[in-house]
């Protein structure tokens, strides 16, 4: 330990130094031995990530729990790991290949997976290390990384058992497609965005023999040479492909043109006009076009009527040659639209054209806008997995798996009751390939090698010579490598007796995003009973979404969002996190300002100013003081520590319920309030005088538990101060200490009406502009002397006064001050404004009339007072006394000014 302690808190210095003294002691290794676990998994960062706001709240949050276990006992693991993120990290690998003048074209798979993971081993460490300088206490032997060998492994088992099973197959049907990231995308993977776009309304022409139906059937001839039908669209590019006209059967404008046919305008393909309830009669025209390549509603109309499916775009989202017009093909989706707009009003195909706000799809990963399109992909049947796996819902509707917030159940349950079959194939190469082979005719088997796969196929062929299948092209999801990652860190597929997964699950705390309840949490559940039947973990903390002041969510194009590492270097790791953590309820969004985060940095500073106080404090043998001062400092430390396990009591409770950022907030109070502004000040010698020993022990002993009970949300300034409060020996750490616990049935000296008379003067001091300094006397009128008598040292010191004194008649000359029920006079050396003091005084009189105005307003309610409990109406009586009480000393004062 130094002699020397910095008048400043150095954070930088400190952070380092520590940490890198954690990670040698190796305190954050967990292995399976006789103690409790405790065990976290983090929400593995996307291996293309840096840290941002987001992972910043959410790591503390799991730093917070997993630090305060440690200290509890409990064998705390915390597994730490990077997804592989298959769309994001293609993307970066061809975005670096385009730089170097590669297409991904011109590669093989092997050639570019060299290339993948020759960037995954350049970058993908970054955010790990990042994590490290926010004091992230993970088990960093344990970090996995999801297409590492045994994970990777791990995917493909589930997937053949799942297949196996009957829980997974292969179809063609609708999907959202991502042009840019050239892959399908399941349903949760798409984020629907308000837009303003155009609405078109488009003629379709009869055909000549329709038109003479028509005038026939209607007795009007005008028909046969001047007829159409106008629908109205948001997507004019896609007429190329429409297959039908749709009307409702009980929409009397268009009765008569059911079964007959129009052109589509441009190509002149005839196309029929049929009827179906689907259609809405009060949007738009009531007429809708179907075009079952690129709508899923129409793609349902399209099976039911056994129309033709033409989709006329290509991978990218370009106009292929299926639509048969020249002017087009080979342009993108978005020019097109535009043009052909121009093209069909110019042909007298435009009846109108207005503004409308509609929602559109885009990919949750590229941003590109999503198109429908029809194509062979895998599925989880997800009907037929709940149905074998009900606990999934069962669970967290019981609490079994607890949700903070609570109301996040419903949001679960909304979701697993009109669940969704899953789409998890990908057509990209990055990622856990398909274990399905296919022979040349596109009959395929299950299996998790070629040999496999030929055993198979020929067991299923006999007569078959085939001797070479083609592996499935496609990769899966990457939600189905991350629905196994709290099984699969822990091997529990490779081993499921392994010491591992039979110690440390199921975990118990998962911090998430309410963003990915469906993605990840919900999934996990899923696999947790299916694969092991037990719940991956006990509870689930939903962080809200970080927003700035304005309420903006926070992105780099809004420029909106501070880098959190600039943020640590200017205001130090333990200020970050407890900003960060004051302004963060479980489930709300959060509303970040900076000064949230100056006002860590602060408190990091007023933490070690007591601590250089303290230390600074010459100490001498108790013998050597007077009992009045011993007295009154032994008092104090009852009051203290009290007050500790009052609000030790307290913060348990509010873990319990999750509501971290409460319990900071009373840990906050505990130190700055009760200990700093008014323990150390009651204890404090005067300038240049020693304390005593047994007082200076017990401060250091407070200070010591107050270290320990905030070291979870600020880990680096705790232990600094820890290992140099008292001598420690190598290789102690208050992160391996024991976590403080609450001492019942301690008896508590009553300082309220001391406090009081301290905080009155101290107000009459300030609008007075007296100087602290400024001795005067007081004298106090009570009935019960018990309450200031003992204390009578402390109140001097503390409020400066030079004499207090009971009296039992009112002292002319003095102001009065109200104590409660009790009167207290105030002698000042210096000229009183009476009016000024009255016109106060009358205030609060009138305040106090209106409260008890309040008061009587809810004691005349006949229903409150049958239906409180006895002690409620009751404090409400004594409410009213007291304020009577109080009004009487009030006037009193203005009698005597």
């Known amino acids: 330990m130094s002699n020397e302690i910095s008048k400043t808190y150095n954070p930088q210095g400190i952070e380092n130094k520590w940490y890198s003294y954690w990670l040698e002691q190796n305190y954050f290794h967990a292995k399976p031995d006789h103690r409790e676990p405790f065990t976290i998994v983090i929400p593995p960062p996307n291996v293309t990530g840096v840290l941002h706001m987001g992972h910043m709240l959410n790591n503390t949050i799991q730093d917070v729990l997993i630090r305060r276990a ?21 993307a970066k690998v061809v975005q670096l290949l385009r730089e170097r003048g590669i297409k991904k074209s011109d590669l093989s798979r092997e050639d570019f997976l060299k290339y993948a993971w020759e960037w995954k081993e350049k970058y993908g460490g970054i955010i790990l290390d990042q994590l490290k300088k926010l004091g992230a206490s993970c088990d960093w032997d344990r970090t996995r990384f999801t297409m590492e060998p045994s994970l990777s492994e791990a995917v493909v088992d589930v997937f053949i058992d799942l297949y196996e099973k009957g829980l997974i197959y292969r179809e063609l049907r609708m999907v959202n497609w991502d042009p840019q990231g050239k892959t399908a995308l399941s349903d949760e993977e798409v984020i629907y965005k308000d837009v303003q776009s155009k609405l078109y309304y488009i ?14 059937e209607t007795n009007n001839t005008q028909l046969k040479t001047n007829n159409y039908i106008t629908i109205a669209t948001t997507r004019p590019e896609t007429i190329l492909a429409d297959m039908a006209i749709c009307v409702n059967p009980k ?4 009765l008569h043109l059911i079964g007959k046919k129009v052109l589509v305008p441009f190509i002149n393909r005839e196309i029929e006009i049929i009827a179906d309830e689907y259609v809405s009669m009060d949007f738009g025209t009531g007429c809708l076009k179907v075009t079952p390549a690129h709508d899923k509603n129409d793609y349902e109309l399209g099976k039911k009527f056994n129309l033709e499916v033409i989709d006329i775009l290509t991978d990218e989202g370009f106009i292929d040659e299926k639509a048969l017009d020249k002017r087009y093909i080979g342009k993108d989706r978005f020019a097109v639209r535009k043009q052909i707009a121009i093209d069909l009003e110019e042909a007298g195909h435009i009846e109108k054209i207005e503004e409308y706000k509609n929602q559109v799809g885009t990919s949750e990963r590229t941003g590109a806008v999503i198109e429908p399109r029809l194509t062979l992909q895998w599925w989880v049947d997800m009907k037929k997995f709940m149905a074998k796996n009900p606990q999934v819902l069962d669970a967290v509707m019981s609490d079994e798996i607890k949700f903070h917030p609570a109301n996040m159940k419903n949001t679960y349950k909304h979701w697993i009751d009109n669940i969704k079959d899953w789409c998890i194939s990908r057509q990209l190469w990055w990622g856990q390939q398909i274990p399905a082979w296919y022979d040349e005719a596109g009959n395929y088997v299950v299996a998790k090698t070629h040999e496999e796969a030929l055993v198979k196929f020929q067991i299923r062929n006999p007569k078959s010579e085939i001797r070479n299948l083609k592996q499935d092209e496609d990769v899966l999801d990457t939600w189905f490598s991350s629905w196994l990652w709290p099984i699969s860190v822990f091997d529990g597929f490779k081993d499921k007796s392994n010491k591992d997964i039979k110690y440390f699950y199921p975990t118990n705390d998962l911090v998430t995003g309410p963003d990915i309840i469906f993605f990840w949490v919900a999934r996990m559940v899923m696999a947790g009973y299916e694969f092991t039947g037990q719940k991956p973990f006990k509870n689930v903390y939903f962080t809200g979404l970080i927003r700035d002041k304005q309420r903006r969510k926070m992105s780099k194009s809004l420029g909106n969002s501070p880098d959190p590492l600039e943020l640590i270097a200017q ?23 900076e000064s949230q985060v100056e006002q860590g940095r602060n408190f990091a500073n007023k933490i070690w100013n007591a601590f250089r106080l303290i230390k600074g404090w010459e ?5 050597e003081f007077t009992s009045e001062i011993l007295n009154s400092n032994k008092i104090s430390e009852d009051w203290f520590n009290v007050r500790f396990n009052e609000a030790l009591k307290d913060i348990e409770v509010k873990f319990t319920e999750y509501k971290l950022s409460e319990a900071l907030m009373m840990i906050y109070k505990l130190i700055w309030d009760d200990y700093c502004a008014w323990y150390l000040e009651m204890i404090k010698p005067v300038y240049g005088e020693p304390i005593n020993q047994s007082t200076y022990h017990q401060s250091i002993i407070f200070f010591e538990k107050l270290m320990k009970v905030l070291h979870p949300f600020m880990p680096f300034i705790t232990e600094d101060i820890w290992q140099n409060i008292m001598e420690r020996k190598v290789g102690e750490s208050i992160c391996i200490s024991n976590y403080p616990t609450v001492e019942m049935n301690i008896d508590a000296p009553k300082l309220e009406r001391a406090f009081e008379v301290i905080t009155k003067i101290r107000e009459l001091r300030n609008s007075k502009g007296m100087s602290p300094k400024e001795v005067f006397e007081i004298a106090i009128k009570t009935q019960d002397k018990t309450q200031y008598e003992p204390f009578q040292y402390l109140i001097k010191k503390l409020a400066n006064v030079s004499a207090l004194n009971f009296v039992n008649e009112k002292q002319n000359g003095a102001t009065l001050i109200p104590i409660d029920t009790d009167e207290m006079f105030v002698f000042l050396t210096i000229e009183v404004d009476a009016e000024a003091e009255k016109e106060k005084i009358t205030k609060e009189i009138h305040y106090l009339e209106g409260f008890m105005k309040s008061v009587d307003t809810k004691l005349s309610n006949e ?35």
């Open 70 to 90: 440690r200290m509890q006992g409990k064998n705390a693991c915390w597994v730490p790991g990077t997804d592989h993120a298959s769309i994001a990290t293609e």
């Open 251 to 254: 929409d009397e404008r268009y």
């Open 619 to 623: 100490v001498k043998p108790d013998s």
């Open 863 to 897: 229903k409150f007072v049958a239906n409180a409990k006895p002690e409620l109406v009751e404090k409400e009586r004594q409410k009213k006394a007291d304020a009577l009480a109080k009004i009487e000393v009030l006037k009193s004062s203005i009698q005597s000014l």
């Open 571 to 593: 205001y130090g790791a333990d200020g970050v996190r407890m900003g960060m953590l004051l302004c963060s309820p479980a489930g709300n969004d959060i509303l970040f300002d």
């Open 203 to 216: 003629k379709y022409k009869l055909t000549v023999d329709s038109c003479e139906l028509v005038a026939k």
